[in-house]
Nanobody, 129 residues
Framework: QGQLVESGGGLVQAGDSLRLTCAAS????????MGWFRQPPGKEREFVAA????????YYSPTVKGRFTISRDNAKNTIYLQMDSLKPEDTAVYYC??????????????????????WGQGTLVTVST
């Protein structure tokens, strides 16, 4: 069984940048689509971004598109989320997830995200005004 470990969270000011890392271990993730979700305080978990196994297909939530960039390094079994122009509303626990079925990611919603195969424990990002 694989494992996902997030890192890179912290406290930043509005307008700053931050890069999150998700390191995968225990199996080869080179054929997995992997991505990020976030859960703001008191709210439901929401999709942020995903990248397919080759890195050629990326998916973004409209709320982060143009500000966040997802990428992956299959040699390191790692994905990244570069977050620029951060806003206070980006404050959340950010979770990494992985599933080999890219179609699941294309159809992701608040009702089916929990069926993705693997999840990390999360890393907290706090954006102050």
């Amino acid at each position: 069984q694989g494992q996902l470990v997030e890192s890179g969270g912290g406290l930043v000011q509005a307008g700053d940048s931050l890069r999150l890392t998700c390191a995968a271990s225990g199996t080869s993730f080179s054929h997995y689509t992997m991505g990020w979700f976030r859960q703001p305080p008191g709210k439901e978990r929401e999709f942020v971004a995903a990248v397919n196994w080759s890195g050629l297909n990326t998916y973004y939530s409209p709320t982060v598109k143009g500000r966040f960039t997802i990428s992956r390094d299959n040699a390191k079994n790692t994905i990244y989320l570069q977050m620029d122009s951060l806003k206070p509303e980006d404050t959340a626990v950010y979770y990494c997830a992985a599933d080999p079925n890219e179609r699941k990611w294309q159809l992701i919603s608040h009702s089916n995200y929990k069926y993705l195969e693997l999840w990390g424990q999360g890393t907290l990002v706090t954006v102050s005004t």
